[in-house]
């Protein structure tokens, strides 16, 4: 049966550009920025179809999510959000991660045994069928509320929290640093204007200090092209925790050649580069071990599961700090946790 919905997958979502400070005035509205998969949902009648930020189809993914949609009292509407998943009772993306696989049975098992839970921010179709995409926030938000006090009960569902105070959201930023992936600033009085890069998003961004463990050569060259990050355990162990790629084009001659003289393994002593692992490549065990002498301040935005969820931006070497001094306790922080700000509709 056709869609009778105004929006339509494939659908481009309204996106962020990163800013450094956050944004003040009366003109915004400020919201956590979730660690998860954004999510635009379309129901229509008995069609449910989930659709990521990149317009691919999330639907096989999450059956739990399409089961719970289908069931709600509205049968048309278009919500934007994202998909989390909770374990111990903590946002955790390396679980979320593992729900992208092509196994129908692996996908089934998981979602009974990590179910995802999706936390709404925006309805951009109401239950009648009407477009809101056009109307200002301040009214999209309020429609959204009474619809997700009528319609989103039950587990699956949680209401992302909005403020206009800027303290409130300064605080969210400095108080769950550790969990929160940052904010996203939204202009109060503005459209949803889909595929343009109409929000503004403020990350958690922090440095660390880094003993470098090893390296990689660059993709067909004999220069250095990543340096190999590591923090020691309580123990003594060295362990791989990331890397990063942002060296100057004009020192990488003179870094190689430094880099290896100073080849020797192990480089690592706990885990190490290319270990076991279904997103490991045949590149990834191509690495080169280093003496534990160098130590490099990075800056990173998220550490979760022992390691930088993204390479970092390299600030500067250190020749002044041990590298035994560059300990896991520097991005083991105790936050608050964000879920305390989500709750479920009435």
Not at 14 to 36: C, I, L, N, R, T
Not at 134 to 160: T, Y
Not at 217 to 240: F, R
Not at 254 to 275: H, S, V
Request: proline share 7%.
């Amino acid at each position: 049966m056709k869609s009778t919905l105004p929006i339509q997958p494939p659908f481009s979502p309204m996106e962020a550009k990163s800013v450094e400070e956050v944004p003040v005035g009366p003109d915004w509205q400020y919201e956590p920025k979730w660690d998860g998969f954004r999510c635009i949902v379309f129901r229509d009648g008995e069609s449910v179809e989930l659709q990521s930020k990149a317009a691919q189809s999330l639907t096989r993914y999450f059956p739990e999510l399409v089961t719970a949609f289908g069931k709600l009292k509205a049968e048309k509407f278009v919500l934007d959000g994202e998909i989390i998943v909770l374990v111990d009772g903590k946002l955790s993306f390396d679980d979320l991660l593992q729900r992208i696989h092509p196994a129908e049975s692996r996908v089934a098992k998981l979602s009974k045994e990590t179910p995802a839970q999706f936390v709404v921010f925006d309805l951009l179709v109401d239950a009648a069928g009407r477009l809101l995409t056009s109307e200002p926030l301040s009214e999209r938000r309020s429609k959204l509320e009474a619809f997700a006090a009528k319609n989103l009960g039950g587990s699956s569902f949680l209401l992302s929290p909005a403020t206009r105070d800027i303290k409130v959201a300064r605080q969210w930023l400095k108080e769950m640093r550790g969990q929160l992936d940052g904010l996203v600033a939204k202009q109060f009085n503005g459209p949803y204007s889909a595929g343009e890069r109409a929000m503004q998003k403020i990350k958690n961004l922090r440095t660390v200090d880094c003993v470098v463990g090893g390296f990689r050569y660059g993709a067909k060259s004999k220069e250095v092209g990543s340096l190999l990050l590591g923090l020691y355990d309580k123990d003594g162990l060295l362990h791989h925790v990331g890397f990063t790629s942002s060296m100057d084009r004009a020192s990488l001659p003179a870094l190689t050649k430094k880099l290896e003289a100073l080849i020797e393994p192990p480089g690592f002593t706990g885990r190490a580069p290319g270990g076991p692992s279904r997103w490991s490549s045949e590149r990834s065990a191509e690495w080169k071990p280093l003496r534990p002498e160098l130590v490099v301040e990075v800056r990173y935005d998220h550490f979760t599961s022992g390691r930088f969820r993204h390479g970092t931006k390299l600030l500067r070497w250190r020749p002044d700090k041990a590298p035994s001094q560059c300990r896991m306790d520097q991005v083991e922080i105790r936050t608050k946790s964000p879920l305390a700000l989500l709750r479920k509709p009435a």
